[in-house]
């Protein structure tokens, strides 16, 4: 099976705090940058459908990653290259020229010169929490698409049989392929993937996989190809425009309360939430 | 971070933080108190591809060289915040090379691969109760019978010797002097080898050590490292590279005891202001910051001879000297910023203060380095 994984860096969550806006611009320089977490959990979802769990350098079938960004974007993709992906794109572009619906409409014309058998994503970034790419993406190829994979169990690689966890309990989806996946955190628990050549008995442990040192350095002898927006689709204009930005305001100090009388009087009278 | 450092080494990094922050740390605490991490540790370190950092991919191990794993044990001090789990976890450092240096195929794939793996634990032995300075001098013996060596004789102060599936030991196979001394791999359960009490220590809580005890201890010649009486040679070209892993270990306490201190200075108020708000606090704090700046770099320095080939056994001393000076002033200062709360077992500092106790007598003392010094510098 061969897989195509878009995903994107996003700035470390855990230095949130270094953003700044100056004149309604984001400034971006000297965040730290690191792969978006569900496309993350797209990346291991596809090597662990393209493996038998246990020879985890042999992979059966091609996982394929693709990122969209400036030239310092490639340290994304060499990591990915360095946990097992085959080759990576890069789809030369700066941080804030594009939205969600170029990025998918540029999607679909990588798709048609690559044909995958499956586009793995994962289901949303969480820098602008937009969660659209896949959906569009599926749409403009006019593919089956199943979001929030909690699960998925290869059947002989023609279709896939997707758990996506709703209220109560648990939908399955059979998606014929090619098709269309964007994953949830779920989906890297031990036994959430089933590829054909895994047994069934076989458990991953929980996340995505360390790469080993080797890999690493492997990785920078692995394709990297560099692709100009233009060429994958002609309207690079972004339909959604940014207006401002605004910081979150400052958290102001709490109180500390001597004990649950004055909780109660002060939930009644400051706060008025009782 | 190294000046040395590539891509390779930040994605390395980025691989031990992640462990270390989800396996180790939450865990740091307890581990330190109990005066032990649990064995699987070993196992989960190798899965994640930090076990094996340095070492050859035909053997096991993950490839690269001692830049990546001083890289990879900084970031799990740093991440961590138990030096005992990360030493305690890393002893085969010091057990492992001469083999793999020095070993028969047949001695790699017996000893070097199943530590890697994190099946098996591995110490090195050089120090005795009668002295570990003067190494030429060590007392236990080992005299040829047939296939065996007897060993007889005691070790002390053994990292990680309280678990050991086997000690590289340094023997006196023949006469006195430096020329008489041998490599022996000795294994656990071979009769008449048997390992005293763990030893309470001043720091390092979370790894054991031990002292060990020979007593007509029969050893097969096949677990001989090397040739016999060259032992005091490649004990001299490990602890070369023992003392640069100290000396990076000292730079990340030193990081980590940092960090804490501007973390709390900021947070901690007096006198209506935040510590920070001193000039006092400040300046101790830029004088932390410039002492661990020189450290790291001197540390790099070292990092990019040894791996180019070069001899470092008198720069090893040096850099080992500095970075431990540096670890033991700021974790002082740390413990000082930090006031009362700075002597209580609940900060991480006050634990760092401890650690940071042992570096300039491990590995060397710091007056060996010195005589280390003396001799290279041709002082006379
Ligand atoms: C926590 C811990 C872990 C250790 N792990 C290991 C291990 O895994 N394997 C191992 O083999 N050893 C280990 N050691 C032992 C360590 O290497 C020795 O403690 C060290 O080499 C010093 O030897 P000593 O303790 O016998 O001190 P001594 O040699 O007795 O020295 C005592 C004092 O005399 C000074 N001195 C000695 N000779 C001279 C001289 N010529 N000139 C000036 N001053 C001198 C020393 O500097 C020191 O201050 C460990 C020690 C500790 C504390």
Redesign the interface.
């Known amino acids: 099976m061969k897989i195509l994984v878009p995903l994107k860096r996003v700035a470390d969550p855990d230095n949130a705090n270094k953003v700044k806006v100056n004149a309604g611009k984001l400034v971006t320089t000297g965040l730290e940058w690191k792969p978006n977490p569900f496309d993350e959990y797209a990346v291991e979802t596809a090597l662990r459908l393209t493996e038998n769990g246990t020879a985890t350098k042999t992979r059966q079938g091609e996982v394929v990653v693709v990122t969209f960004g400036p030239k310092d974007s490639e ?1 994304t993709l ?2 990915m290259l ?1 946990t097992g992906a085959d080759r990576a794109i890069r789809v030369d572009t700066g941080d804030d020229q594009i939205d969600g619906d170029v990025v998918a409409r540029a999607l679909k014309a990588l798709v048609e010169k690559e044909k995958p058998d499956l586009v793995l994503c994962g289901k949303q970034a969480v820098d602008g929490d937009s969660g659209q790419v896949g959906q569009q993406l599926a749409e403009y190829l006019g593919w089956p698409q199943a979001t929030f994979a909690g699960s998925i169990e290869s059947e002989g690689d023609k279709a896939l049989l997707v758990g996506r966890e709703v209220d109560g309990g648990t939908i399955k989806l059979r998606v014929e392929l090619p098709a269309v996946v964007s994953v949830d955190l779920r989906i890297v628990a031990p036994k959430s993937v089933k590829s054909v050549h895994t047994p069934a008995t076989h458990a991953y ?1 929980e996340g995505v996989r ?5 890999a ?2 492997a990785a ?1 002898k692995k394709p990297l190809a560099e692709v100009k927006l233009a060429d994958l689709t002609s309207d690079a204009a972004p339909k959604i425009q940014y207006l401002d930005y605004e910081l979150p305001p400052a958290r102001k100090a709490g109180v500390k309360v001597k004990d649950v009388t004055e909780l109660v009087t002060r939930l009644k009278t400051e706060a008025k939430v009782v | 971070m190294f000046l040395f450092e590539t ?2 080494h ?3 990094r ?2 031990a933080r ?2 270390a922050e989800t396996r180790i740390k939450p865990h740091a605490s307890a581990w330190e108190e109990a005066e032990e991490f649990p064995r699987e540790l070993y196992g989960e370190v190798a ?4 076990l ?2 340095s070492y050859p ?1 035909e053997l096991g191990g ?3 060289d001692i830049s ?1 794993a001083l890289v990879a044990s900084e970031e799990m001090v740093l991440a961590g915040h138990s030096v005992g789990t990360v030493v305690g976890v890393g002893s085969h450092g010091i057990a492992l090379p001469p083999i793999v240096r020095l070993g028969t195929p047949e001695q790699k794939e017996r000893f070097v691969r199943p530590v890697l793996t994190g099946e098996k634990i591995s110490a090195l032995g050089i120090t005795e109760p009668g002295g570990g300075s003067d190494v030429a001098s060590l007392r236990t013996t080992a005299v040829r019978d047939g296939d065996h060596y007897v060993v007889n004789g005691s070790k002390t102060f053994i990292t990680s010797g309280v678990r050991a599936d086997f000690v590289t030991t340094a023997v006196r196979t023949g006469g006195p002097g430096h020329g008489g001394v041998s490599l022996l791999v000795i294994e656990r359960g071979t009769k008449g080898f048997t390992v005293g009490k763990k030893l309470k220590k001043t720091g390092w809580w979370a790894t054991d050590t031990a002292e060990l005890s020979f007593e007509e201890c029969r050893v097969p010649v096949a677990n001989l490292i090397g040739e016999e009486n060259t032992g005091f040679y490649a004990i001299m070209m490990n602890f070369a590279s023992e003392r640069i892993y100290l000396a990076a270990q000292c730079v990340a306490i030193a990081e980590l005891a940092y960090r804490e201190s501007i973390t709390y200075a900021k947070e901690r108020h007096a006198f209506g202001k935040s510590l920070m708000g001193f000039q006092v606090t400040r300046h101790k704090l830029a004088d932390m910051a410039s002492r661990i700046a020189a450290a790291r770099a001197l540390t790099g320095e070292i990092t990019i001879r040894y791996v180019r080939g070069e001899d470092v056994t008198s720069l090893a001393a040096k850099a080992k000297n500095v970075a431990t000076d540096t670890c033991s002033f700021v974790c002082d200062q740390a413990v000082q910023i930090h006031g009362g709360n700075g002597y209580m077992r609940e900060y991480l500092v006050e634990r760092l203060y401890r650690d940071a106790r042992l570096y300039p007598i491990g590995g060397g003392t710091r007056e060996i380095m010195n005589e280390i010094i003396s001799k290279t510098e041709g002082y006379g």
């Open positions: 340290t060499r990591a360095g442990p360390f790469a080993a040192l080797m690493i350095m920078k | 891509d390779e930040a994605e390395l980025k691989n992640r462990f899965r994640a591809g930090l094996g950092v991919e993950m490839g690269g990546h």
